[in-house]
């Protein structure tokens, strides 16, 4: 049990201490609840923070039912979505890209993200569930053509942090815990609040003004 996400966070840069004042190193976090733990992780290694936006695709007769997910220039969808219509995928697939295209708009403004080309990325979040967007992400990130990447989160289940282990684009898992009894990601913390769309603005924002006064 992780007192908040800024705690967890700490926790996983103890383990990422190895990478501490590495060049090449790039944290990259998930919106909105990887902030925190991206924020801390990267103060602790003094490293950049970006972000990398993704969203589930919600099954059409329960939208908090993970069947897929979607990033700006990616798809990936689970065998639940098998039954589901081409015509309800397309629609959801648009409907998402438009509020991530916002999202990125609203979080760096005129500014672009820094090249993952080359680098180590250390992608965070504040658990996973079922993986669909941390594997999203993964492929998104992948693309960029990375030295390498490594995963970094607080709390998942066994059978889904060794999913993403197996993966061949993963050189790395670091999971805190991996429970048995797993029913969501905010079981594990005694403070959940949400992550808003100013205090993401405000985290990105103050990680990476500390960073260049360290460079």
Do not use: W
């Not at 609840?33 to 992780?41: K, T």
């Not at 569930?129 to 990130?141: D, E, N, P, Q, R």
């Amino acid at each position: 049990m992780f007192n908040n996400r800024t705690e967890a966070g700490l926790l996983l840069a103890e383990k990422l201490k190895n990478y501490s004042n590495t060049q090449d190193v790039i944290v990259v976090t998930i919106p909105r609840g990887g902030l925190p733990l991206g924020y801390a992780i990267a103060t602790q290694l003094q490293a950049p923070l970006e972000i990398v936006l993704s969203k589930k695709i919600g099954h059409p007769a329960n939208k908090e039912y993970a069947i897929g997910a979607v990033t700006l220039n990616d798809r990936i969808l689970s065998v639940n979505s098998d039954t589901i219509s081409e015509a309800y995928l397309i629609e959801e697939t648009k409907k998402i890209r438009q509020l991530l295209k916002q999202r990125q708009d609203n979080y760096y403004g005129t500014k672009t993200a820094r090249s993952l080309k080359d680098k180590i990325v250390i992608l965070v979040d504040d658990g996973v569930a079922t993986g669909h967007t941390l594997i999203s992400c993964i492929k998104l990130i992948e693309k960029q053509k990375p030295s390498k990447i490594i995963v970094a989160l607080p709390v998942g289940p066994a059978s889904v942090i060794k999913k993403i282990d197996d993966m061949p684009d993963v050189d790395q898992t670091i999971c805190l815990l991996t429970p048995y009894d797993f029913y969501a990601v905010g079981q594990f913390y005694k403070e959940f609040n949400q992550v808003d769309d100013k205090e993401v603005i405000k985290l990105l924002r103050e990680a990476n003004n500390q960073f260049k006064e360290t460079v």
